[in-house]
C-alpha cells in the first residue's frame, strides 16, 4: 500500500516569496515515481513537475523544483518567486511498481496555497 | 487545452437517473482512469484501463460501470446513485500505466439530488 501526506492543510505566502510545500511518502516498493500537481479553482488538475525514486538529481521544472530526499521518504515542492497565478491546491503524489500491474496515482489531502500581494 | 476533454461540465440527476460521463483524449495514450475527487478527501483511483482493459477497480459499487471501447475514450456510467457521490469526477490519461505523468481533464462537477 502507498501512503501520501500532506501535512499543511493551507499556506499564506506573499508575493515573490519562495514557497515550500511539504510531501512525505509511504511504499514498500523499491521504484517509484512522485508527482505533483496544481488544481486551480476551475478543478483542472495540472501536472507540475516528476521525480523518478532512482534519479539522482533533484528535478527541476521552471520555477518547480523538487527537493527530494530518499532517506526521509520527503519530496517537498519549492516554488520560487510566487505568483498571484500560483494560488491553488497543490496535491502530491506517487505510482509504485507493483509487480508489472498497472497503477493510477495515489494522492495526498492536499495543501490550499494562497499568494498575497 | 489539456488534451483531455470531459462532458459534461456539470450534472445534476435524481437517484432514480441513468447518465454516463464522457472522456475523450487526444494524445495518442495508451491508459485511461476515472478519479473520484470529494471534498476534503483525497483523489480516490475508482478505474485503470490500460490498452482498454481494465486493469484495476478499488472496490467500487456497482453503480458506477465503465466502459472504454477504444484507447481514445472512456466512459462512466452511473445509476441509482447516492446523494454520497456527489463529487468531481476526473478523467486522466498517460502513455502507459507504469510511471509516467497522467494528465487530467478538467473534471465533471456532479450533484445526486
Known amino acids: 500500500a502507498q501512503k501520501i501526506t500532506q501535512t499543511q492543510p493551507g499556506m499564506f505566502v506573499q508575493e515573490k516569496e519562495a514557497v515550500t510545500l511539504d510531501c512525505t511518502y509511504d511504499t514498500s516498493d523499491q521504484s517509484y515515481g512522485l508527482f505533483w500537481y496544481k488544481q486551480p479553482s476551475s478543478g483542472e488538475m495540472i501536472f507540475l513537475i516528476y521525480?523518478?525514486?532512482?534519479?539522482?538529481q533533484n528535478a527541476t521544472e521552471g520555477r518547480y523544483s523538487l527537493n527530494f530526499q530518499k532517506a526521509r521518504k520527503s519530496a517537498n515542492l519549492v516554488i520560487s518567486a510566487s505568483q498571484l497565478g500560483d494560488s491553488a491546491m497543490y496535491f502530491c503524489a506517487m505510482r509504485g511498481d507493483s509487480g508489472g500491474g498497472a497503477d493510477g496515482l495515489t494522492f495526498g489531502k492536499g495543501t490550499h496555497l494562497i499568494i498575497q500581494p | 487545452e489539456t488534451g483531455v476533454t470531459q462532458t459534461p461540465r456539470h450534472l445534476v440527476m435524481g437517484m432514480t437517473n441513468k447518465k454516463s460521463l464522457k472522456c475523450e483524449q487526444h494524445?495518442?495514450?495508451?491508459?485511461m482512469y476515472w478519479y473520484k475527487q470529494s471534498a476534503k478527501k483525497p483523489l480516490e483511483l475508482m478505474f485503470v484501463y490500460s490498452l482498454e482493459e481494465r486493469v484495476e477497480n478499488n472496490s467500487v459499487p456497482s453503480r458506477f460501470s465503465p466502459e472504454c471501447p477504444n484507447s481514445s475514450h472512456l466512459f462512466l456510467h452511473l445509476h441509482t446513485l447516492q446523494p454520497e457521490d456527489s463529487a468531481l469526477y476526473l478523467c486522466?490519461?498517460?502513455?502507459?500505466?507504469?510511471?509516467?505523468?497522467?494528465?487530467f481533464g478538467q473534471g465533471t462537477r456532479l450533484t445526486v439530488v
Open positions: 486522466a490519461s498517460s502513455q502507459d500505466a507504469r510511471f509516467t505523468e497522467a494528465f
Open positions: 521525480q523518478g525514486s532512482y534519479d539522482e
Open positions: 494524445l495518442g495514450h495508451n491508459a
